[in-house]
């Protein structure tokens, strides 16, 4: 499973809802995993494979992998947290990221269950990252337009060699 990065039109789509939950899902999430796991990240989307449907898994550190289809954002906090972010479709940039400290998200599992999380720290600041690829936005988007453009800029000179 490819992760494409910055630069494919696919990152900038707004990811379609899953229509029917069944055991490809399974499969996908499971592949969605692993490329996950070689890539060292902590969350990946669909869009990110190239498959531009509502789809994310979640893997942090010491927690077992979570699969979001179909995610709704219910609440954020009014508080905000800046953090260093990085992205799997973006590589070898990181940038400061303010985002809400906790998130409220409905979703269903890979097994077509719905269920309710309440997330503070770390997997909230993921959740909400992986959403943003959903809607066809990244981590750089929520810059300044100055930083944006910088990283953009060198981006662009490191492709050109």
Not at 2 to 10: A, D, F, K, M, Y
Not at 26 to 48: C, D, N, S
Not at 84 to 98: F, K, N, Q, R
Not at 136 to 160: C, P, T, Y
């Amino acid at each position: 499973m490819e992760i494409i990065t910055l630069g494919n039109e696919l990152l900038r789509r707004k990811a379609e809802p899953v229509s029917h939950i069944d055991g490809r899902y399974k499969k996908i999430a499971e592949e969605m995993i692993g490329a996950l796991r070689a890539g060292k990240g902590v969350g990946l989307a669909g869009p990110q494979i190239g498959l531009v449907e509502r789809i994310f898994v979640v893997e942090i550190q010491g927690d077992e992998p979570r699969v979001f289809i179909n995610p709704s954002i219910i609440e954020t906090s009014e508080e905000t947290v800046k953090y260093e972010e990085g992205c799997l479709s973006v590589p070898g940039v990181w940038a400061d990221v303010i985002r809400p400290a906790s998130v409220r998200v409905q979703a269903w599992n890979e097994q077509g269950r719905p269920f309710t999380l309440e997330a503070d720290g770390i997997l909230a600041r993921v959740i909400l990252h992986e959403y943003d690829h959903l809607e066809g936005m990244l981590f750089i988007d929520r810059l300044s337009e100055v930083k944006r453009n910088r990283i953009l800029a060198k981006l662009e000179k490191q492709k050109r060699g």
